[in-house]
């Protein structure tokens, strides 16, 4: 008998016998492989996919999930979270694929994936039961343990498999809070009760004895809580936070307010230079880790390009600095690179590549020599990079198509793909902002408002999101409309074409039907 394995990795045999035991091993290690679903096979949602193999038994949002719950005597574990969210990923690969704690989530719970992109109304809801719980915000993921009667008696975001300093781990966890709700004892009951009266209770705001509220003293509140040293908002993270910085905008123009308008201008010229910004491929990163806006969490949401494109063309616009303009066109071009098929809009791409944060964005030395950028490590034993001048360097074309080149042999991280109306709606309006510095872009806006209108708008009504080629089931919520709404305005303002207006029109009067609530007295 002679086996071997040529280069092909082809394995030869002379001996019929061996040939046959090697079909048996392999049959046998084939039928003892251990292969899980659960319900999440059956979804859309790339975040929900993600999980569909999981030994957790995993159900999607719904009457069927409470139903069972209710039958089995079993609480409730809803994890909310989202396919490019770094910490999801460490929580799902620490506990969720791990046998072990699946058979402890299975035993004790109901559990239910919720990706909070598909249902923000769900997120939004539970974001504010757990202020309410915890007095500070939450995040993601978003952990939260419940009755069937969708009771919520434990909160909390990432949770470890095994105990840390800063929190006891799902191992230990997950058992005391199991038994504690099928022991349903007085204790139980009793806290579960005033648990309740906190989130229930009514949010009541105390009126400041000045309520003198005007241009002047929201100016005055914005300089308070302006970071001077590093710019932004807040002393600690920075989020570029697009729509405050709208409003400081506009406040600085209609009370020739320079200190103000310096602030914005400042503000805009750190995210553009710093490592907020992409310097290679363009594009923003959602925020930065530091106050100082250096290293980045690497995650690119299709909504912050989307919020942040027509401010900087508003500053160029204003200005005539080169550096907006370029920041416009950069990150157009990126997501044209990454993000479009069929004249629509991907959600989100990734923070990890292969399970290592910002592995695609960063640079060793060896790769960085030549290229004109001087060396400095920053992040993880690599170089992220950030322009400390006041403007690009002289060589700064050429060291971009140096680190293109780098990049080109990597993998590009996972690409969320969604098809978000809101979303979209606001990269329309974008796009309609941006063809004020350059027409071809209003060609693009007419066209994705095209490509958005044929997928989402059936049959009268509006929807929220799907994946291209799977027909749209979910319905419009209120910010699908509102966006939709804004992107038909700002084309309007760009050609007058009726059609547009018309179309707002009708898109007003049908979100006013489906989500206009009269409170009785007002």
């Known amino acids: 008998m002679v086996a071997y394995i040529n280069t092909n990795f082809t394995i030869k ?6 040939k046959i035991l090697f079909i048996i091993t392999i049959l046998f290690f084939s039928l003892n492989a251990k292969e899980f679903s659960n319900d999440l096979q059956f979804e859309s949602s790339p975040y929900l996919l993600s999980h569909k193999n999981n030994p957790v038994n995993w159900m999607p949002w719904g009457d069927k999930a409470f139903a069972k719950a209710k039958r089995e005597n079993k609480a409730i574990f809803l994890s909310l979270g989202y396919s490019t969210c770094h910490w999801c990923h460490v929580m799902e690969e620490e506990s969720f694929s791990k046998e072990k704690l699946a058979k402890i989530f299975n035993k004790y719970f109901v559990c239910i994936k919720v990706d909070r992109e598909e249902m923000p109304h769900l997120d939004t809801l539970y974001q504010e039961v757990y202020l309410k719980m915890k007095h ?13 009667k969708k009771e919520v008696f434990f909160a909390a975001t990432y949770i470890p498999a095994h105990k840390q300093s800063y929190s006891e781990g799902l191992d230990t966890l997950l058992e005391k809070l199991g038994t504690m709700y099928k022991r349903n004892d007085a204790a139980f009951r009793e806290e579960l009760a005033a648990t309740q009266k906190v989130i229930n209770a009514e949010v009541v705001y105390e009126m400041p004895e000045d309520t003198d509220i005007s241009v002047e003293t929201l100016s005055e509140s914005f300089k308070e809580n302006f970071d001077e040293i590093y710019s932004g908002f807040g002393h600690g993270r920075k989020f570029p936070e697009a729509s405050k910085l709208s409003l400081m905008m506009d406040l600085a123009e209609i009370n020739s307010d320079e200190e103000l308008n310096d602030y914005a201008y400042e503000m805009l010229d750190i995210m553009a230079l710093r490592g907020l910004y992409d310097q290679v491929e363009g594009g923003f990163f959602r925020y930065t880790v530091d106050a100082a806006w250096e290293i980045p969490h690497y995650e690119k949401m299709l909504y912050d390009q989307a919020e942040l494109i027509p401010l900087y063309v508003r500053a160029y616009l204003k200005t005539g600095k080169k550096l907006y303009k370029d920041v416009v066109n950069e990150t157009i071009a990126m ?4 993000y479009v098929k069929d004249d629509l809009y991907y959600s989100a791409s990734d923070a990890d590549t292969n399970h290592e944060e910002g592995a695609y964005f960063v640079f060793s030395k060896k790769e960085l020599k030549g290229s004109g950028v001087k060396y400095v490590e920053n992040f993880e ?14 060589n700064f074309t050429k060291m971009r198509k140096t680190l293109l080149k780098v990049r080109s042999k990597r993998e590009y991280p996972f690409i969320d793909k969604k098809i978000n109306t809101a979303w979209n709606s606001l990269m329309i309006e974008a796009l309609y902002s941006a063809s004020i510095i350059d027409e071809k872009y209003k060609k693009k806006a007419d066209k994705t408002l095209k490509a958005l209108t044929d997928l989402m708008f059936k049959n009268y009504d509006l929807y929220h999101q799907t994946i291209i080629g799977i027909e749209p089931k979910q319905k419009g919520l209120l910010e699908d409309y509102s966006f939709f709404i804004g992107a038909l305005i700002a084309g309007y303002e760009i050609d007058y074409d009726k059609n547009k207006l018309d179309f707002a029109e009708y898109l007003l009067n049908h ?12």
């Open 13 to 18: 045999m002379y001996n019929p016998s061996m």
């Open 335 to 338: 997501l044209d690179a990454h």
């Open 511 to 522: 979100a006013n039907s489906k989500f206009y609530k009269k409170v009785s007295g007002i």
């Open 136 to 148: 500070h915000s939450g995040g993601w993921p978003l952990s939260m343990f419940m009755t069937p």
């Open 381 to 394: 034993g690599k170089m992220h990079l950030n322009i400390y001048e006041e403007q690009r360097p002289e």
